[in-house]
Each structure stands twice: as C-alpha cells, then as structure tokens.
C-alpha cells in the first residue's frame, strides 16, 4: 500500500521509512523514527502555539506566579519544589518494586482532599489498587481508581472526572489504539505522553507519570520522555534497605539538587524525620576508618558516617569499592593519598561505604572520603566530635565548597564541636555561623590527616 511506504518520518531529518527502524537510514540518528500520525499532530499544536503568542519585550510578559497543590508528603514537595502544579507533567522513575506506586497513591491522596483525584492503573487492576489504598489509611479519601490503560478512556475519564491531580502509573502500560503497535513501543510512549502532557495542560491537572526503568525497557523507558515533561524524578533504594532518595534530575518548578528521603514500612513511605540522626546512629565510636562528613544537597545539609577499610598493603589484589560515593571519584582520591601524603596505599584493597545506603554525588564528600581511608591504613581513629567537609583537588589541596553555614548549622544541631573545612571556605564564614564549633581550616589533605587525631 502506498500510505504504508511513508508510515514512519525521521525526527531529525524528516526523511520517511515504511516502518520503524532503530536507527534512521538517511540520517543515522538513533531513534528518531516516529508515526506521521503523532509528527502531524505535533507540527499542528506548534502551529497553534506559534499563532497565538508574539514576542514581547521582557518587561510586558506576563508572569503568572505558579499554584501548587501540597501533596501531604513534605518530602515530595521539597523536591518537586513547594508542591505539584497544576498543568504539569511530573515522571517519576525507578527500578521496579522501590515504591513508586506508593509514594504517588499516597500523594494523591492527600492532594484528594483539595480536588478530585484520579489514579489511573494499567498494569494493577483496580482492585488491587484499590486494596493498598484501603491499607495505607486512603480509603475514606475521594481519591478515584481507574484500572484501564486505554488512552481513550483515560482522557474520556478525565473529561469526567476534571481531576486536579491524577496519576497515571504507568506509562509504558497504556496504549493508544490508534496507533496499531504494542504498548510500551518508542512510539506507543511518545504519542501517550504527549497526549496526557497536552491533557493536563488543558485541564490544569497536575499529572505524575510513573516510568520504569527496566533493562529490556532501557531504551523505551523514561529517557525518551524526558524532553516531554516538566520535571524528571527519580526514586533510589539499595537493594534491602527501606531507606529510599527521591532526587529531581530535571525541573522546570524548582531547584534540580533537592534530595527527598523516606523509609519504607509496614505503613508505607514515610519521611524520615531527622535524617541525621538516623545515618549516624549506629556509629562505632574510637574506630580507625570511620569520619562523619556534612554533605549538603540542596538546601538541606545532611551528616553521613564515610566508612573505609584498606587491607594490608601487597596481600591483596588492588580492588577498590564505592558503596555510597562514584567509584572514579574514589580512584582519583587514592591517587591523591599515594602521590600527595604519607598514605602509601600500594595495592593493598580499599573499601569505601556511605552507611545507611545515601548516594552522595557531591565533591564535597571527597575530604571525609580521603580522611576515612587514611585513618584506616594508618589505624588512627578520628576524634569522636569530629566533622569533615571539603573537595579535593589533584595537588592535594583542599578546595572551597558552597553552603558552608547548613553543614556548620547541622554539625553544631548534631553535637560536633570540629569542623574540618577548606581554609577558603572557612574565611568566608560569620561569627554567629562559627558559634558553638571549632574551624580547622586546612589547605591541603596533609594537613587535614595531621588535624584528625
Ligand atoms: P511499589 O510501590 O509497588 O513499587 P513500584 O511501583 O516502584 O514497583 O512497592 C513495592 C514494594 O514496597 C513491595 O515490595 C512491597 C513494599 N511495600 C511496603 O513495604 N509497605 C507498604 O505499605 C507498601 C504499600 C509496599
Ligand atoms: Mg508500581
């Protein structure tokens, strides 16, 4: 048939195949291969969008100021940034079985109480959705479950329903019939995010999408929708831990770098109340190898314990582990130690964990990271009221660091009475932020190993 030879057109390029190719023939882009039916509707909103709106000087846009919808969970509004908005599209992603079902079915209903919401369920039937709901305490809200994952009757639903907040859990689930291929296709995921982003926009709904992130799915999962949503979140737990991060990689509403944490229960996600606290509470005291570091992600700063074990220098086989903290960071940090300090590791084994299961992907982490591997090649403990932060530079040196009054704020809240830093940083500090702690400042990791003790 001569409209099957067109059926699929290049994003890129805009040349047509007769049917979806990983990668496009004329252009070679990977991917880029989608349905004229969606390229078509798209290029008719852009032009809709362009007939409307004229350029205006910066003063005379409008800027309306944004609503947001609490979610009840504190922790999910710090990162989507003071609550959800209405209109936008959030996609939540994470390994299956971490809790994103969970954490957005108890979202919403809290966000039932100030309109109607709606969870849609394509993969667990109504029922069962229903079930957990009931079990998490929502089954007196007016939050509604719809177990379809028809597209067209999701957005008859919605016409319906008028939610102020849905879920749509998830999207690789749901399917337009139109469109003839298997939910969960590059295309099917296309057309059914744009169709639902469109829709919330137009409803003022504020729309969670949930994605998985599957190893089969890799490529069809939540990277392909990422350009379509106003923000990308993404839901982290170490396998059998129940303490779970909830970080935004992407943003529109707020800031990208706020971290949120909970703990999963019998009850569900709860928050976790004083993280602090609970990552340094089974903290072995007079230990070599073990420093306590003031991160601080966002606006929040958080003590972690940084633990490290380093074997007997040629018995092992030069392994090195990061738990916790990126594993080339913590090569690069060795490399430091060997070349810049007295720390002659060698070949021996070096093993570095963040206990509590936390990621920590801030530079700043690198002082506690090099000082817990020095006191445990060299078994010199760190003083029991010590707090370390500050990044580390090739040379050895010891580098500034932003958001320095949180880690002091925190470390003094906590009960330390030290704090390591960066002499740059510590220069910047004021007079009610040093109350009630001592500033080491150092230059350089040398210096720091000397100030531990
Ligand atoms: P779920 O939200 O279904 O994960 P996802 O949607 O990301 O696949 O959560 C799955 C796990 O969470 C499951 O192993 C059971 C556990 N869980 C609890 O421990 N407590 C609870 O209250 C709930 C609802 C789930
Ligand atoms: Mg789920």
């Not at 966002?298 to 030069?318: D, T, Y």
């Not at 960071?329 to 084994?349: I, P």
């Not at 009221?385 to 002091?408: I, K, Q, S």
Request: hydrophobic letters at 45%; glycine letters at 12%.
């Amino acid at each position: 048939m001569a409209k099957d030879s067109v059926a699929y057109a290049c994003r890129e390029c805009g040349a047509h195949a007769p049917k979806w190719v990983g990668r496009c023939t004329a252009c070679d882009a990977w991917g880029s291969l989608e349905e004229l039916a969606a390229t078509a509707a798209r290029a008719q909103k852009r032009g809709d969008r362009r007939a409307r709106s004229a350029a205006l000087p910066v003063s005379e846009v409008p800027t309306d100021t944004v609503y947001r919808v609490g979610t009840g969970i504190g922790e999910l509004d710090r990162v989507l940034g003071g609550g959800a908005v209405p209109g936008g599209a959030v996609l939540v992603g994470g390994d299956p079985g971490v809790g994103k079902s969970t954490l957005l079915l108890q979202a919403l209903g809290a966000c039932a109480r100030s309109g109607p919401a709606l969870y849609v369920s394509g993969e667990e039937s109504a029922a069962q959705v229903a079930l957990r709901a009931r079990r998490l305490g929502l089954g007196e809200t007016t939050l509604r479950v719809l177990g379809v994952s028809e597209l067209a009757e999701i957005e008859d639903e919605v016409a319906q329903v008028w939610p102020l907040a849905m879920v749509v859990d998830s999207v690789q689930a749901v399917r337009d019939a139109g469109l003839g291929s298997p939910a969960g296709t590059i295309t099917q995921l296309r057309e059914v995010t744009m169709r639902l982003v469109d829709l919330a926009q137009r409803e003022g709904t504020a729309l969670f999408l949930v994605g998985h992130v599957t190893k089969e799915g890799g490529l069809a999962g939540p990277k392909v929708l990422e350009h379509l949503v106003d923000a990308v979140l993404s839901f982290e737990g170490e396998r059998g831990h129940a303490f779970r991060t909830l970080r935004a990689t992407k943003n529109r509403f707020g800031s990208a770098t706020e971290v949120g944490l909970f703990e999963m229960t019998q009850e569900g996600l709860r928050e976790v109340a004083q993280p602090s606290a609970m990552f340094l509470a089974e903290r072995p005291r007079g230990a070599s190898g073990s420093i306590v570091a003031a991160t601080a992600e966002g606006a929040r700063s958080l003590l972690v314990e940084v633990q490290a074990l380093v074997g007997h220098p040629g018995v092992g086989a030069g392994r090195r582990s990061a738990t916790g903290v990126d594993g080339a960071r913590l090569a690069m940090l060795l490399a430091v130690l060997q070349r810049r300090t007295s720390v002659e590791l060698g070949q021996a084994d070096v093993f570095v964990n963040v206990a509590g299961g936390l990621h920590i992907e801030e530079p700043a982490v690198d002082l506690a990271v090099a000082l817990a591997v020095a006191g445990a090649f060299l078994a010199r403990p760190a003083a029991d009221d010590l707090v370390a932060f500050g990044e580390v530079g090739l040379a050895g040196e010891v580098r500034g660091v932003p958001r320095c009054a949180a880690r002091l704020a925190e470390a003094r809240a906590m009960g330390f009475r030290r704090v390591l830093l960066p002499a740059s940083t510590a220069q910047r500090t004021t007079a009610a932020e040093r109350d009630g702690v001592e500033l080491v400042p150092v230059r350089s990791l040398e210096e720091a190993i000397d100030q531990m003790g």
